[in-house]
């Protein structure tokens, strides 16, 4: 860390957004040494992800109600928007398709429409990072640890989708890695925007909290439904959340 | 507001969400027969209010104690896991209209009472933070159990159950609220160091019951894009209105 201390913040934020990125990658890990990946790992992988996303999102509101409670709320409406609005300039409407998974249909369609949803909800995601240093250090470094995380178990989905249907592990890690790079170049404009505007910060919090909520909401946690038994996606879930919260006061 | 008791203030606050769960029938009464997406909107509205009402507990119901608060999640998971388990309804779908199975109309009922008594917790809980905190959550869930009485007057209605039977059914289910938010109230009263626990233990069964019972069965019966917006403003007018804490 020492080295990086030199750098300016803007690089800064590049480097940590960066880490997250890769991060993604290690969710192939796994599957060197698991041989047949269930629909249902993969659903309460989702599961995981979405209360660990649910648990930042509810720090990143708690945090931006601090700097005031109406501005989260807009800037959480306005990343809900983002989210649909990306959603629809990619013409993705065909939410259907996506609940059915890795088991069944047109494969290459369906890893396709993987990445897609992948990469773009990492765009809100990097601007969680870049928003957060914003917030201070300690928020900066437990937003990237924690989405870092996360990205781990979207990198086993993405992976998981994909294995399957021919591709090696190696480009599966590659393939997770590149549906997260929207993290360090979103990350920088959301830094400078939240340094320009401080007003602005509660709505860059609460954007980044909207947009992950909504994407828990919308993709994550249908599917695990779809694939999983319901009661252990929602002990994965809530315990999830419960252990984000806990992790974020004590650090 | 009236300078009532404090145990009469939770009393009065949380009959009122109890017996605004009769309002549910009204949507059958009105316009007869309910499309599914409505159902699906309902039951996605009952659960953003829960997640609102679980998400301000956690993180301003908890200034001191979050680890206590931690552990007691856990165990209102696995109480929430162990009576579902003993009643044999971890997996059951609330929503199944043609299910005319006789055992399946007391299963539905015996869940929405067992899901009420834990929204009584909360409100004592929440009581116990700050009376204004207490209140917006008691409001909270009374217009949460609107939509879920609604949902459940479905399947009554569709079993010949008459809508003032399942009105009072409805209310019925959730007397238990009121009970568990009194007791919550007057034995944490006499032993404070255990609020960050039964804080903890709200936060842990409400958020268990919403993405177990609720939130599944919403996303067969209207579109992924509406469900995750209706509970989301759902979600964010318990954040934007809730009282203060101290």
């Known amino acids: 860390m020492a080295a990086l201390q030199g750098l300016p913040d803007v690089a800064l934020v590049f480097v940590y957004a960066l880490v997250t990125a890769l991060a993604t990658g290690l969710g192939a890990v796994p599957f060197y040494f698991v041989k047949t990946i269930s629909e249902r790992f993969v659903a309460y992988s989702n599961a995981i992800a979405a209360g660990l996303m649910a648990g930042a999102s509810f720090g990143l509101v708690s945090e931006g109600s601090g700097h005031g409670r109406l501005e989260t709320l807009g800037g959480a409406v306005l990343g809900v928007l983002f989210i649909l609005g990306t959603q629809r300039v990619l013409g993705d409407h065909d939410e259907e398709e996506l609940v059915f998974g890795a088991a069944t249909g047109e494969s290459a369609r369906r890893m396709l429409l993987m990445l897609v949803v992948m990469t773009v909800h990492s765009f809100s995601e990097g601007v969680a990072v870049g928003v957060s240093f914003g917030g201070g250090m300690t928020l900066a470094t437990l937003i990237t640890v924690a989405i870092a995380i996360h990205n781990v178990p979207e990198g086993v989905a993405i992976t998981a989708v994909m294995r399957p249907r021919g591709v090696s592990v190696t480009k599966c890690a590659g393939w997770s890695i590149v549906s997260s790079l929207p993290q360090p170049l979103m990350a920088v404009p959301a830094f400078l925007f939240v340094e320009a505007f401080r007003p602005a910060l509660p709505w860059g919090l609460g954007f980044a909290a909207g947009a992950m909520l909504f994407m828990v909401l919308v993709e994550l946690l249908p599917e695990a439904y779809h694939q999983g038994r319901r009661a252990r996606v929602a002990t994965l879930t809530t315990l999830s959340i419960i252990s984000m919260v806990l992790f974020q006061r004590l650090l | ?246």
């Open chain 2, 1 to 246: 507001m009236l300078d009532l008791d404090p145990i009469l203030t939770v009393l009065a606050w949380a009959s009122l969400a109890a017996f605004a769960a009769g309002l549910g029938v009204l949507p059958r009464a009105v316009l007869g027969r309910l499309p599914r997406a409505v159902l699906g909107w309902g039951n996605a509205l009952a659960a953003g209010l829960m997640l609102g009402v679980a998400f301000v507990l956690l993180t301003e119901g908890l200034p001191t104690g979050i680890g206590y608060g931690a552990l007691g999640g856990a165990l209102g998971v696995g109480v929430v896991l162990f009576t579902h388990a003993l009643t044999g309804t971890a997996e059951l779908d609330l929503n199944a209209l043609d299910d005319l199975d006789p055992a399946y109309g007391y299963q539905v009922v015996l869940v929405n009472t067992l899901h009420a008594a834990w929204e009584g917790v909360a409100i004592g809980a929440a009581m116990l933070v700050s009376v204004p905190f207490g209140v917006s959550m008691a409001v909270a869930l009374a217009i949460h159990n609107v939509p879920e009485a609604m949902v459940l007057t479905e399947i009554l209605a569709g079993r010949g159950v008459r809508l003032t039977h399942a009105a009072a059914l409805a209310v019925g289910a959730n007397l238990n609220q009121v009970m568990m938010a009194v007791v919550t109230f007057a034995v944490v009263s006499a032993a404070p160091a255990a609020l960050p626990w039964v804080v903890g233990l709200a936060v842990g069964a409400l958020l268990q019951l919403l993405l177990s019972e609720l939130l599944p069965e919403s996303y067969h019966q209207a579109g992924h894009t509406s469900i995750a917006l209706v509970a989301l403003l759902a979600m964010g007018m318990v954040v934007a209105f809730h009282g203060a804490t101290p």
